[in-house]
């Protein structure tokens, strides 16, 4: 799914606008029906790409259980050097303020 695949190389959007309209929501962290729905596509798509993440289905019942494991599964990106590390020149001010890891590809097992 090349929208999953996006959500780790970078782009700061869970849902394309395209998306948001489909789901009549503009965010998955709203607790309605429609949001709900979108936060089961997320994980649809995070199974199809990374079938080895199992998470029990309720997960689409919130958006901060949605947020932790996307949250880890940036973490094991970041510790297989699968995201952008800072710049030599970057490295005093991300040892003293950290450093947001975005992925480049996806986590293995």
């Known amino acids: 799914m090349r929208r999953m695949r996006k959500a780790f190389t970078g782009v ?10 489909r789901f009549s929501c503009a965010t998955y962290k ?4 429609a949001c709900g729905r979108a ?7 995070l199974w199809t790409e990374l079938p080895w993440v ?25 510790a297989q ?15 003293r303020e950290g450093w947001i890891h975005l992925p480049t590809g996806l986590p293995q097992p």
């Open 39 to 45: 936060r089961r596509a997320i994980l649809r798509g």
């Open 12 to 21: 700061s959007q869970s849902l394309s606008p395209a998306d948001e309209s």
């Open 81 to 95: 050097s699968l995201s952008f590390r800072p710049e030599t020149s970057k490295h005093p001010s991300a040892r």
């Open 54 to 78: 199992t998470v029990p289905d309720d997960y689409v019942q919130s958006d901060d259980c949605l947020d932790s494991l996307i949250a880890s599964l940036t973490t094991r990106a970041a």
């Open 30 to 33: 709203q607790r309605t029906e």
